[in-house]
């Protein structure tokens, strides 16, 4: 019984200490790209096809924390569906971004996409510096558009989501910018049914705070294999 108890106590062992090494995923990377957002059945209320392969950015941008080193390298991004992945609406997750370069990092999978932040008052006023637009479509668009010319303008749009682990959050603001005002941006949409551009997105990792700290799952680690041995003793009596 005492050879049992202890096998049932190294196995428990084991699985604790594989979750106390692993490590948060921390710190930050940008990439560039390029984004192609078809419509489905209403302006904006669409399909992001993602390039499957982005670059990790470095220079001033230079990845840091678990990202250090990979400048320069890919991630794999996976498309997204507007039916899958609503917008402002907490969704299963979706294995998102993976780094080809660190297959042992964790990836990070997508659960959230953000409302945009503008009305649709100036989506189709005349152009003009200064301007804001997030189209109004059922369900909401993700799009936040700013003119920062009469003649120039970005879009925007904010995901976020956790680690596959779970040991970590992250959070993403991609940006495209467009040498025509977003009303030809959403014109071209219209009479096109879908809009191409290049984009960099910016991302921040950190520890997941619902995650038990070390401590605590040596204790619940602990208790666990106290249990385990109780019962072993209790089946031994009876």
């Known amino acids: 019984m005492k050879i049992q108890a202890l096998v049932v106590s190294g196995v428990l062992l084991g699985a604790f200490a594989g979750i106390l090494s692993a490590a948060p995923l921390v710190g930050t990377f940008n990439i560039g790209g390029v984004i192609t957002v078809t419509a489905n059945d209403q302006l904006f209320e669409s399909n992001f096809s993602i390039a499957n ?11 840091t924390g678990s990202f250090a080193g990979l400048a320069g390298t890919d991630v794999h991004i996976t498309d997204l569906d507007r039916v899958l992945q609503p917008v402002d609406t907490l969704f299963p997750e979706l294995d998102f971004i993976s780094f080809l370069a660190a297959p042992s990092l964790s990836h990070l999978n997508l659960n959230f996409i953000n409302l945009g932040l503008f009305g649709s008052a100036q989506c189709f006023a005349p152009p003009a510096a200064g301007q804001l637009c997030t189209p109004s479509v059922p369900g909401g668009s993700p799009f936040s558009f700013i ?31 467009f040498t025509t005002p977003y009303q030809s941006v959403l014109g071209s949409f219209i009479g096109n049914g879908s809009v191409t551009s290049s984009y960099s997105a910016s991302f921040i990792v950190v520890p997941n705070e619902s995650v038990p700290e070390p401590n605590t799952t040596v204790l619940l680690g602990g208790g666990l294999i106290l249990l385990a041995l109780g019962l072993r003793r209790l089946k031994s009596v009876a």
């Open 53 to 63: 392969q982005a670059v990790i950015t470095g220079g001033a941008s230079a990845p």
């Open 147 to 177: 003119n920062t010319s009469a003649n120039t303008s970005t879009a925007s749009w904010a995901m976020r989501g956790v680690s596959a682990d779970h040991l970590s959050v992250w959070r993403g603001v991609f940006t495209s910018q």
